[in-house]
């Protein structure tokens, strides 16, 4: 879901915004992320401190509708920005939104004051939108003696494990689970959070419990199912990796009850073994994604990708922060509010 808006003010302020949805769980509300602005501003020079632009104080507030502006509580105030100088374009990447109480459309009220200038400013109403938006997870892997064979290291368990610290850094994500299948299938880490998770050691808990006979899809897709009945996430993932055909059975469709209750299902084959076509499926019907692992040292990589889109984490080209840390998306998308507070 995204805002579009396009509006002309008295000070030839003119916003594009294009703002991505995102949330944590737990009745605080700490979204958008990713929001930039990008401001044409006449008095720009060359800007090698990315903590602070070289002429001008701004300022970023996302306000309730019945908040003033003039309101000097910092609750409502933007933190952690970045800038990033292109000519006289100035990116300014808005880190840390304010938390509020509950979701809701809110106020921007951004201002830029210049010595020697009138202040600047604008307020649109209800322009951001705070949603309760988290994911749940749940990876179902593949525990059949053939993976032994396939996965002789174990990556498979690292991979989840790195998975679950990848989570532990996203807002987006709210829970995580883990099921293993052979001939039939056990929940090994019940939903809970990523957090919690990682103190779990979860390459150890997955690397104890033996492997067994036979693959089935069937009974580790219906598992899945049961426990996302219980999810109130907006948005529920599992992820299955497999390198076998499903058996002792035929193969009946299990996704479906997942694609009833709005699952989306990223599938992983691992060797030549595995039921390319099925996966291919399961992940089409779902709207999830099918990743191909020609051996297991590609795991640790795609469950990687898998986490860095489910969390919308975006690859960050240019721009680095006084820490030398990676932080201001410019070149890689265009969700942003286009600032123009002078006229020429």
């Known amino acids: 879901m995204k805002l579009h808006i396009r509006f002309l003010v008295t000070w030839i302020i003119v916003f ?65 920005l970045y800038y990033k100088q292109v000519g006289d374009l100035i ?19 951004v201002s830029l004051s210049v010595p020697g200038e009138d202040e600047a400013s604008n307020r649109q109403e209800r322009k951001i939108v705070y949603v309760d938006s988290a994911t749940d997870v749940l990876m179902i892997i593949d525990n059949s003696g053939s993976m032994k064979k396939n996965d002789p290291k174990g990556l498979r368990f690292r991979a989840c494990d790195n998975f679950v610290r990848l989570a532990a850094l996203s807002e987006q994500i709210s ?93 992983v084959g691992l060797s030549k073994s595995a039921d390319k076509a099925l996966l291919k499926q399961v992940a089409f019907d779902t709207g999830g994604e099918f990743f191909e692992a020609v051996n297991d040292e590609k795991l640790v990589r795609i469950y990687n990708q898998i986490a860095l889109e489910i969390s919308d984490f975006r690859q960050v080209m240019d721009g680095v922060s006084a820490k030398g840390i990676v932080k201001i998306p410019v070149t890689e998308y265009d969700d942003f509010i286009d600032l123009n507070l002078f006229s020429y």
């Open 16 to 80: 594009s915004l294009s703002i991505p949805l995102y949330a944590i769980s737990g009745g605080h509300y700490q979204n958008p992320q990713d929001l930039t602005l990008k401001i044409r501003d006449p008095f720009a020079q060359e800007n090698t401190d990315l903590m602070q632009p070289v002429v001008g104080d701004y300022t970023i507030k996302v306000l309730p509708g019945h908040i003033p502006e003039e309101e000097s509580s910092d609750r409502f105030l933007c933190e952690g």
């Open 91 to 109: 990116y300014i990447d808005i880190r840390q939104p304010p938390i509020q109480q509950k979701p809701g459309y809110f106020d921007l009220f």
């Open 175 to 267: 829970k995580v689970g883990i099921i293993k299948f052979s001939g039939s299938a056990k929940t090994i880490l019940p939903l809970m959070s990523p957090r919690r998770a990682k103190e779990m050691n979860i390459d150890r808990l997955l690397s104890r419990s033996r492997s067994g006979n036979f693959t089935n899809i069937n009974e580790a897709l219906d598992l899945a199912a049961d426990i996302f009945e219980d999810s109130h996430a907006n948005e529920k993932v599992a992820i299955l990796l497999t390198d076998g055909q499903n058996e002792p059975d035929r193969y009946r469709d299990s996704h479906k009850l997942l694609e009833e209750r709005g699952v989306k299902v990223y599938t």
